[in-house]
């Protein structure tokens, strides 16, 4: 069964994001990012190319050609998966076939648009027995 994991209280979603990926990076972990939102996911991308300044975390886009040698990837759908380790969820919505992955991560801002809904997935998977997580993460990830 999948494990779930909310990080919550972050000041900033995708800044969040960035620094979770960060550190599944250094830990060569591979993580599907689903984020639907197309500014989200150039958002993303660009926090991933410059920060660290010095540092780049490696990823592409999904439906890239470099897709199957890379191991963070942001989708906008789950069609397509070449693995199957983690998920990061950017949306506001389940994302559709989670639970053919290991872990979920679920990051959840201070903002009422993004901590309302995460209360709702949080009920959805509590209510059909997932293992549950949180982390408070307002001082960081």
């Known amino acids: 069964m999948t494990r779930i ?8 979603r995708l800044a ?3 620094g979770w990926l960060r550190q599944a990076w250094a830990r060569r972990q591979r993580v599907m990012v689903y ?11 660009r926090l991933l190319w410059s920060q660290p300044a010095t540092g780049f975390v490696p990823h ?4 890239s050609a470099l897709a199957d040698e890379t191991p ?3 989708a906008d759908n789950l069609d397509r998966l070449p693995h ?6 950017l949306a506001d919505e389940l994302p559709p076939g989670f639970p053919r992955f290991e872990a979920l991560v679920e990051i959840v801002s201070t903002a009422d648009a993004d901590r309302l809904p995460a209360r709702e997935r949080f009920k959805f998977y ?6 549950l997580e949180a982390r408070d993460i307002s001082r960081g990830v």
């Open 5 to 12: 994991e909310f990080l919550h209280g972050a000041p900033d």
């Open 35 to 45: 984020v639907p939102a197309r500014k989200a996911a150039d958002d993303l991308d």
């Open 72 to 74: 963070i990837l942001l």
């Open 126 to 131: 509590r209510e059909r027995g997932y293992a």
């Open 60 to 63: 592409c886009r999904a439906d």
């Open 16 to 18: 969040a994001a960035a």
């Open 84 to 89: 199957d380790s983690y998920l990061l969820n």
